[in-house]
């Protein structure tokens, strides 16, 4: 489809305010009518496990308004500093659980990984609307995972806490997002009730010729199995990279190697020829 280019900022005092620059003003107002007119949807993309298996889905925003494709990478930095990703993240919370659960119902034991932003979890409406999503899908929850970046565990307050331990109290787990790139600290990894560890594609792109990188990778992959996590590395697009993953002792791969992220019918589709392979 069609992707906006946005250029010429030119700062404009905003509603939190906050300054928005003009491009972010056009697409606050694009992120309104998507979440009017339908024009939000997820599309899901698989994680593969070294022996072929399906390990989750990480289910990926998409905003069309008007025909025009609104890339992630611009959209979701506007919802943050406006504040309006608590709606999306709601809806994509729902969305996502309502997933998991058709795809429950076709007979797939497949998880979907949603990403949650620091700005949901700070306020205490998270747990409520993670509880809604659950029981409105009716989903179980084991299959529901919520990818956290990194510096959330910077500074983590009581109210983060507490939805971390609702979620988890709710049978929901925890994932955390594109490690090794953010500025959270070692010493709080320990503390971190997560189950997964994503390593970012920054690590992968390198792959296998960064014998520096590779060792990074080795030892990244360590700490997170010695902490009882599923090491996952994302953005694999070669075959070399992901010998070279697989081989450095990472549990699943997620990239467009395997598949990009895809609409939900073309989702079912994938799967099923999978299964008849
Ligand atoms: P992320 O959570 O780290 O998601 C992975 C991103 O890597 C996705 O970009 C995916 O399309 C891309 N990717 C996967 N494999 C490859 C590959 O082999 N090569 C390349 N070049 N890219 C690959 P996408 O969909 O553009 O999303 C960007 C970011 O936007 C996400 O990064 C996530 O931080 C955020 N995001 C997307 N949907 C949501 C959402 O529902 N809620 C929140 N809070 N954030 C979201
Ligand atoms: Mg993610
Ligand atoms: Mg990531
Ligand atoms: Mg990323």
């Known amino acids: 489809g069609n992707c906006i280019v946005f ?3 030119e700062p404009i005092p905003g509603r939190l305010g906050i300054t928005l620059a003009r ?12 979440l009017e007119t ?14 072929g298996k399906i390990e989750a889905v990480e289910a990926l925003m998409r905003c069309t308004v008007n025909g025009i494709n609104l890339p992630p990478g611009k959209f979701i930095p506007v919802a943050e500093k406006t504040g309006l990703i608590v709606r999306l993240g709601e ?18 034991h497949t998880k979907v990984a949603i990403n949650v932003s620091r700005a949901q979890l700070v306020s205490s409406k998270f747990t409520q609307a993670l509880h809604a999503a659950l029981i409105c ?9 919520l990818e956290l970046t990194e510096s959330l565990f910077m500074d983590i307050s009581d109210t983060v806490q507490n939805n971390l331990k609702n979620a988890i109290a709710a049978g929901v787990s925890l994932s955390i997002d594109d490690f090794g790139t953010g500025y959270s600290c070692l010493a709080n990894l320990k503390d971190i ?22 060792a990074v990778v080795r030892a990244m992959t360590q700490l997170g199995h010695e902490l009882g996590m599923t090491v996952v590395a994302e953005g694999c697009e070669h075959q ?3 010998d070279a993953l697989f081989d450095a002792g990472v549990d699943a791969i997620q990239g467009f190697f395997y598949a990009k992220p895809m609409p ?5 589709h994938w799967l099923q020829n999978r299964n008849t392979q």
């Open 7 to 9: 250029s010429g900022d």
């Open 23 to 34: 491009e972010e003003i056009s697409i606050e107002s694009m992120l309104h009518d998507a």
């Open 38 to 51: 339908g024009g939000l949807c997820l599309h899901y993309q698989p994680i593969i496990l070294a022996n």
């Open 91 to 108: 809806w994509s919370l729902l969305q996502g659980a309502l997933q998991a659960r058709q795809l429950q119902d076709a007979g797939y």
């Open 137 to 145: 899908s009716n989903v179980k929850p084991e299959l529901i995972e």
């Open 193 to 214: 009730p997560a189950k997964k560890l994503k390593l970012d594609r920054a690590f992968v792109t390198v792959l296998p010729e960064d014998r520096r990188a590779l």
């Open 240 to 242: 070399k990279e992901i």
């Open 264 to 268: 939900e019918e073309a989702l079912l």
